[in-house]
């Protein structure tokens, strides 16, 4: 899976189970994603889009999905897409 692809399906993910923004506040907070560059803006595909582009361009996207697997460990996407993910370090 290339990374924009990646980036684009786990922002969909994003934007379904972290629809509001204090969700997303939390899950970026426990991901440890810096969310200074996200606009808040109410629209779950925006909020979801941003969050997933700045975890990438932090190095952190595998952490979000990791944090999601937490909260959402028989979610036969996520398990699909982290076992789709390159490896840390």
Not at 54 to 64: D, H, T, V
Request: proline share 3%.
């Amino acid at each position: 899976m290339e990374e924009l692809g990646l980036v684009q399906v786990v922002a969909e993910r994003v934007a379904l189970l972290y629809a509001d923004e204090g969700s997303l506040r939390r899950l970026l907070a426990l991901a440890q994603v810096e969310a200074g560059r996200i606009p808040f803006d109410g629209r779950a595909a925006n909020m979801g889009w941003f969050a997933a582009v700045e975890a990438a361009r932090q190095g952190r996207l595998r952490s979000l999905v990791e944090v999601m697997l937490e909260e959402y460990a028989l979610d036969p996407w996520l398990v699909a897409v982290y076992g789709k993910m390159p490896q840390k370090g």
